[in-house]
Each structure stands twice: as structure tokens, then as C-alpha cells.
């Protein structure tokens, strides 16, 4: 009686402990953005066209971060959204140097993605407050196996290089 306890005891551990490595879970790591300013925008600028419509610089930024996923099973990046952004969109740099639009960003299991120069780009376009250094930025992404991800980015002043 005792070695059929023992062993169903080993078996429960074991499907426990199977069902923990294979949980999606996402991990965030120096996560910053720079600053950007609504109020920088002209009102020429806005009278020209839908505020909308406007690309000033001062009107959309980047977020950088790494992401890792230490689970056994791949996931992708699908959204992002916040309260404080109208817009966000995923983009890699191409062999052209053109950045091109992605519906999605596959996150590798046990393996990091970088949004940095040269490589993946988050960008957050139309500000609905300035974005000011020493605040942070909330910001959610979506994933597909994750699911809905919080995060708080740094905001660093325009002349900041990590």
C-alpha cells in the first residue's frame, strides 16, 4: 500500500512540475523610452492636417526593452496598447534600412527579443500627454499564449544612450 502511494505521489509531482515548465511566461528587462512633448507640436502643424494625421517628432517616439521567455514553448507578440498612446506599431529593420510593419513578433522559447536600433522597433505614435523624464510609462502587451502583459517603462531625456 505504502510503494502504490509512493508512486502515485511521484507521478503527481512529476505531471505538476511538467505542467510549471510548460506555462507561458514572459519576462521584461531594461524597458525605457524617450521623452516626446505634445506641446512642441505647432499650431500650423495642426492646422494643416487631423491630429491624426500629424508625424511631427514630437508626436511619436520608441520604446526599447528586451523580452525573454525562459518557458519551453514559443509565443508572439500580438499588441500593445496604452492609455497614454493612441498608436503602437511593431516594425523590423530591413536589409534597405526601411523599417517594415509587422502584424506580430515571434518570441522564441527560451530565447530574448531586443526592440533597439537596428533591430525590432515599438513605435508609439500620438501622444495624449507629454511624456516627461523620471516618469514612467504604462504600457500593455499582448501575447498569444502570455496573454495581457503590464509593464512600466522609464522615460529618459532625449540624449540618453543605455
Not at 511566461?25 to 499650431?43: C, D, G, M, P
Request: contains cysteine; proline residues 6%.
Amino acid at each position: 500500500m505504502r510503494l502504490r502511494a509512493l508512486v502515485f505521489l511521484m507521478v503527481a509531482l512529476f505531471t505538476a512540475s511538467c505542467a510549471a515548465l510548460t506555462q507561458p511566461r514572459i519576462e521584461f528587462h531594461n524597458a525605457w523610452v524617450r521623452e516626446a512633448k505634445i506641446s512642441a507640436i505647432s499650431q500650423e502643424d495642426l492646422n494643416k492636417s487631423c491630429i491624426c494625421d500629424v508625424q511631427t517628432a514630437s508626436m511619436q517616439t520608441n520604446a526599447y526593452l528586451k523580452i525573454i521567455n525562459p518557458g519551453f514553448q514559443a509565443d508572439r507578440l500580438t499588441g500593445a496598447e496604452s492609455e497614454a498612446i493612441t498608436r503602437i506599431e511593431f516594425r523590423r529593420s530591413g536589409m534597405s534600412g526601411e523599417p517594415s510593419p509587422l502584424e506580430a513578433i515571434e518570441i522564441p522559447a527560451r530565447g530574448e527579443v531586443y526592440f533597439a536600433p537596428g533591430s525590432y522597433a515599438m513605435l508609439l505614435m500620438g501622444m495624449k500627454e507629454d511624456l516627461e523624464p523620471g516618469a514612467q510609462l504604462k504600457l500593455t502587451l499582448i501575447f498569444e499564449k502570455a496573454g495581457r502583459q503590464e509593464l512600466l517603462l522609464d522615460i529618459q531625456p532625449k540624449d540618453y544612450t543605455p
